[in-house]
């Protein structure tokens, strides 16, 4: 519900739904009223709900003053005028706590920043480094490696044609977006893309030969994926990851806390690295640096809105919103990356191998529709379409050849911007 004027709570939308999550907002929040004596309270809503809430909400004039966002979702909050511009406060936050160019630039449009970065989650290979020294391998730094490895790291002990391990927990699925953001991230190593914007034109630019290429080898990997692949979703493959049966899987740090808790010797033996790199091809993955959006249901509190979040940028408060969920939310500005509070957090401290190889990657990340100059006005649309794992799954499930399914993917997205 939007603040009625000032003193007011300032209410958060965000999509960060877990109870530990929540209560660990909840306690922010409280310490931003003892240290300021000003209010704030969030709202969490389920992810498959929030654009729908938001558009709702626009409607009926009722946005809360400040959104969690992601880059897709900026034109559509921008095209309906419901966010206004951070210039001036993301200068001064970034003066103050240093929040590096390559985070901030998807929320920058037509010049005009729109939202400030405030929190990372990125998508490395996950692996298990104990299977790999014992087979005397080394972590793959290239598609074929990746490959060779799929297979010699699926493992069934007892030859009942059921692996204890599999090679490459590999979603081939159109379940939520989790399918497609793999595919991403493959695609985006070797060259491809979804569309390009050319003088305020959007051209679809998916059916190329590395497109083609992709998906090939793609749907050889799936080989070593478990059953079930064909419905993964970002739950089902994170319970993959807590039992140890992914050798390898692209995946964030969201089960590197419950695994700390109940299971360390398991944590023990997985490791993270920058994905593998097709040959002739470049380093790249899928993730976001998330961000607060203001609206205009603030601008009759805007002195408590621009009070709060000023309060929350500062290292001790922001690595304390990062606690939400430690090992999955990496830090966005350089003074909280480097700050006591952050480092030396329970689960991060013990876990600085994957933290960092988390961190590492922030530079080559990459999101639909996001990748020229020009952020494309239908991102939300092509990338909540699914199309890229619906592609995979005409081949892998349905016998289509990679051209004919790249081609149908193609004209999907045409569709769409359309």
């Given at each position: ?48 709900d929030y654009q729908t809430k938001i558009l709702a909400a626009l ?360």
């Amino acid at each position: 519900m939007a603040a009625l004027g000032l003193g007011q709570p300032v209410t958060i939308w965000h999509w960060e739904t877990p109870p530990a999550r929540v209560a660990a907002m909840d306690a922010l929040l409280k310490k931003f009223a003892a240290d300021t004596g000003l209010t704030a309270e969030q709202v969490p809503i389920n992810f498959g709900d929030y654009q729908t809430k938001i558009l709702a909400a626009l409607v009926a004039n009722q946005l809360p003053e400040i959104l969690m966002v992601n880059p897709p979702q900026v034109p559509l909050l921008l095209e309906r005028g419901a966010i206004i511009p951070l210039d001036e406060l993301a200068a001064d936050l970034d003066a103050k706590y240093g929040i590096p160019a390559a985070l901030s630039a998807p929320y920058k449009i037509d010049g005009t920043q729109y939202g400030i970065p405030v929190l990372g989650v990125f998508w490395p290979l996950t692996y298990r480094a104990d299977l790999y020294e014992s087979a005397g391998l080394e972590p793959p730094a290239t598609w074929d490696e990746l490959r060779h490895a799929a297979e010699a790291l699926t493992i069934d002990e007892n030859g009942d044609g059921n692996p204890e391990v599999y090679g490459m927990c590999l979603p081939v699925s159109s379940n939520g977006n989790y399918g497609s953001q793999v595919v991403w991230a493959f695609l985006r190593a070797n060259g491809g893309d979804i569309v390009e914007v050319v003088d305020g034109q959007q051209n679809i630019v998916f059916d190329s030969p590395a497109t083609v290429e992709t998906y090939r080898y793609l749907a050889d990997l799936a080989k070593f994926s478990p059953p079930g692949k064909e419905n993964f979703d970002w739950g089902a493959t994170e319970l993959l990851i807590k039992s140890g049966k992914c050798a390898n899987v692209m995946y964030n740090g969201a089960w590197i806390r419950e695994l700390a808790e109940n299971d360390p010797e398991l944590l023990a033996k997985y490791a993270m690295k920058p994905m593998p790199v097709p040959e002739g091809g470049q380093e790249a993955h899928t993730g976001y640096p998330r961000a607060l959006v203001v609206t205009r249901a603030a601008e009759q509190n805007m002195d408590d809105v621009t009070a709060f979040l000023s309060w929350l940028y500062q290292p001790e408060n922001h690595a304390a919103l990062l606690m939400m969920e430690p090992g999955l939310f990496m830090p966005v500005t350089r003074a909280t990356a480097e700050s006591n509070a952050f480092l030396n957090a329970p689960v991060i401290a013990e876990n600085r191998g994957l933290v960092s190889a988390q961190a590492a990657i922030a530079d080559s990340v990459s999101i639909i529709g996001f990748t020229g100059a020009t952020p494309a006005p239908s991102a939300s649309q092509l990338e909540s379409s699914f199309t890229l794992g619906k592609v995979l799954q005409r081949i892998v499930l349905e016998g289509m050849s990679p051209e004919a399914a790249v081609t149908w993917g193609a004209d999907q997205y045409r569709d769409i911007i359309r």
